[in-house]
Nanobody
Framework: VQLVESGGGSVQAGGSLRLSCAAS????????MGWFRHSPGKEREAVAT???????SYADSVKARFIISKDNAKINLYLQMNSLNPEDTALYYC?????????????????????WGQGTQVTVSS
């Protein structure tokens, strides 16, 4: 599975961005997929996941602000990010796992994912 992110950029606090991830591979649409982010000086963290049945799960820090979705026909993954704040500034990665089910969104979640994109930068200014 190959993953290519797009949609990052710079935005002011309170603004919105939509990230996209194009996935190749005939079975990618049935995988657990997720978004992670990495800020300088911090560990990479799970932001949101969506399983093979399109059931989403979110980190507490982004609940009610971010929406993860997946287009199974196009094998695309999306992250709609609203009410952005400077703490959301990070390199955002798309990831896919071998399993239909997803792990709990936690610091250990990234170990579950086998495929990663190259990342897209999101910068939020105050």
């Amino acid at each position: 599975v190959q993953l290519v992110e797009s949609g990052g950029g710079s935005v002011q606090a309170g603004g919105s961005l939509r990230l996209s991830c194009a996935a190749s591979g005939s079975t990618a649409s049935t995988y657990c997929m997720g978004w992670f982010r990495h800020s300088p000086g911090k560990e990479r963290e799970a932001v949101a996941t969506i399983d093979g049945a399109n059931l989403p799960s979110y980190a507490d820090s982004v609940k009610a602000r971010f929406i993860i979705s997946k287009d199974n026909a196009k094998i695309n993954l999306y992250l709609q990010m609203n009410s952005l704040n400077p703490e959301d500034t990070a390199l955002y990665y798309c990831a896919a796992a071998h399993s239909r089910s997803c792990p709990v969104v936690s610091p250990l979640a990234e170990q579950f994912f086998a495929y990663w994109g190259q990342g897209t930068q999101v910068t939020v200014s105050s």
